[in-house]
């Protein structure tokens, strides 16, 4: 009796195991998947339980205690910061710019630090930048191409003389400059003389318009009365888009205060010209002068830069910006250097 009572019990115990095992099986599973790091891509597991992450500038004080639920969070102290969601239990220290460099972006709490190289001083982004480098400065044989900036350093070209072949087509410019004025000169005298004879209208003799050449002996000026202020002589150059990307500098220049109105007179919208206003004021002048040119195409021309500055009021600039230009040998006059 005693033997089957106990095979009975043993029975009991074993049907038992399994249904217990596999009561128990779920809640095993999940606790060993939570642990196992199966939360969600904006949770963390906490224990038995997943929690999800605290906001971008906010960092975690206590965890939560249901599953799903955010637990308490609170804002970075200032000079911290944290950029994503996270269960950090402590907000992440702002850099510090170095000794060569200055803030471009101060730190706020979702944001680091960003620094920039100091005025005459550059770092290649594509580099790795633990020290900003000194500009490039161009030899007294080189000319300036493009200007250092914080993240490029300065483009210089060698400065070659003159070749015969631009001796030779301004020679040749001036001789046909010469016969356009002398054939006009010819015309004029040829009318007055048809109307009045070889006496002028009171008897005296015709004055023929004197032509008079200029101390080099290339370009001739004729002398003659005007009542309004003369337009500026038209500018060929010499190499083409090379001569006008080379005067880019000669508009550093420009007051600032037109530094708008030049602009917008050449179609650059508010946001264009804003979009540049990070950069060193020469680096502005010479980003939206290369945009102008790849806009305008063969169209681009230095005589209508300056025409907007005479526009502007601003014919002294003009003035000089044209003398160094003539002076350095890239562009060269049509017949209207006549005064």
């Not at 205690?65 to 000079?79: I, R």
């Not at 191409?145 to 003389?161: A, G, L």
């Not at 003035?319 to 562009?331: A, F, P, R, S, T």
Request: aromatic share 6%.
């Amino acid at each position: 009796m005693e033997v089957c009572r106990l095979l009975v019990s043993v029975g009991c115990f074993a049907y038992f195991i399994p249904l217990t095992a596999t009561y128990r099986l779920p809640g095993l599973m999940v606790r060993r998947a939570r642990q196992s790091g199966s939360c969600g891509e904006n949770e963390y597991p906490n224990g038995n339980i997943c929690c999800l992450n605290c906001e971008s500038g906010t960092s975690l004080k206590s965890a939560c205690t249901t599953s799903g639920q955010k637990g308490t969070c609170e804002e970075c102290a200032l000079g911290t910061f944290t950029e994503h969601d996270n269960h950090l239990t402590k907000c992440v220290d702002c850099a510090k710019c170095g000794p060569d460099q200055e803030v471009a972006e101060p730190c706020t709490n979702t944001q680091n630090t960003k620094c920039r190289c100091k005025a005459g001083r550059f770092c290649n982004p594509d580099e790795a930048c633990e020290v900003c480098r000194k500009c490039l400065t161009c030899k007294s044989d080189e000319r300036t191409v493009r200007n250092c900036t914080s993240t490029s350093d300065t483009v210089c070209k060698k400065i070659h003389p003159k070749t015969e072949t631009s001796s030779d087509a301004t020679v040749i410019a001036s001789i046909v400059v010469v016969a356009v004025v002398l054939l006009v000169a010819g015309v004029i005298f040829a009318i007055y003389k048809k109307k009045y004879g070889c006496r002028g209208p009171s008897g005296a003799s015709p004055k023929v318009p004197q032509t008079d050449y200029g101390r080099n002996g290339s370009i001739p000026l004729i002398s003659v009365s005007l009542q309004e202020e003369e337009e500026l002589p038209t500018l060929i150059p010499v190499n083409g888009e090379q001569s006008l990307r080379s005067c880019f500098e000669f508009f550093e220049e420009l007051d600032v205060d037109f530094h708008k109105k030049f602009f917008r007179r050449l179609e650059f919208t508010d946001n264009a010209i804003k979009s540049k206003e990070g950069l060193p004021y020469d680096d502005r002048i010479h980003e939206l002068l290369n945009s102008w040119v790849e806009r305008e195409g063969k169209k681009a021309s230095l005589n209508e830069l300056l025409r907007v500055l005479v526009d502007l009021n601003q014919r002294r600039t003009a003035e000089k910006i044209m003398k160094k230009v003539l002076d350095n040998g890239q562009y060269y006059t049509e017949s209207k250097d006549i005064l």
